[in-house]
């Protein structure tokens, strides 16, 4: 301990009261340390804590999805094919086929269409399919199974007065060919819902004007396939 000697010293450093007050202030801080340590912790209050933490570290999370490859994965594998290379393989596939080579492929709307002409898919005044025809279209199905777009077939009659009333009405007639287009596309393996409409002979005025009466007539008893952008429905 210093003396009123020591301190009048003029040989004992200046500062040394300096040193003296860092001792204690070192002392003092590792007595409230250990004060600290014995105490009980309230357990209330540090699983407040913990919560408030654990909620901040998930908001952060949440505000920055990092996303997977396997969603990328699973959403391109979901994606309707490309109506314009779909196009393409169909339109290779119909033109070797001896019973399609007479179907046209063409786009209307934005959509692709399968034209097949009523004159080679069914007998006159019948609503069956040809057995050739049905071979046809299963093989046509082959393609169209692998793809998720959306699909609707229409059928079309001539605006000739019906020969055979026993079939009923030009709308019952197309509607019945557009089901059994439909049906054979199903039985080769599409498995998504395919609508069907019957158009009767509503969209004949459509067809080009300049073109022979007789080829009008032709075109005008078919059974169309439109192909949408977008996946279908199963």
């Known amino acids: 301990m210093l003396t009123e000697k020591d301190v009048s010293d003029p040989l004992l450093p200046r500062n040394t009261w300096l040193v003296i007050f860092a001792d ?11 004060l600290f340590s014995t105490r009980e912790i309230n357990t209330e209050t540090w ?20 996303l997977q490859a396997k969603h990328v994965e699973t959403f391109t594998l979901n994606q309707a094919l490309s109506l314009q290379y779909l196009a393409k393989v169909l339109e290779e596939h119909l033109s070797v086929d001896p019973l399609l080579d007479t179907a046209t ?13 009523s004159d ?27 793809i998720s777009n959306h699909i609707d077939v229409r059928g079309h009659t001539d605006p000739l007065p019906a020969s ?30 395919i ?32 192909i949408h952008p977008h996946p279908g429905e199963i």
Do not use: Y
């Open 105 to 117: 492929v063409h786009s209307l709307d934005g959509l692709v269409v399968i034209s097949l002409p």
């Open 120 to 146: 080679a898919m069914f007998d006159s005044g019948s609503i069956a399919l040809r057995i050739g025809a049905r071979e046809a279209l299963f093989r046509m199905g082959g393609i169209i199974a692998t």
């Open 164 to 193: 055979d009333l026993h079939l009923g009405s030009k709308w019952s007639v197309s509607l019945a060919r557009a089901a059994a287009v439909a049906n054979e596309l199903r039985r080769s393996g599409f498995g998504r819902q």
């Open 47 to 66: 699983n407040l804590i913990i919560a408030q933490d654990s909620s901040l570290e998930m908001s952060t999370k949440i505000e920055n999805p990092q």
């Open 24 to 34: 204690i202030i070192a002392l003092l801080f590792a007595f409230f340390v250990m």
């Open 195 to 226: 609508p069907i409409f019957g158009l009767s002979d509503t969209r004949f005025e459509h067809l080009d004007r300049n073109i022979p009466e007789a080829k009008r007539l032709a075109l005008s008893r078919r059974v169309d396939v439109f």
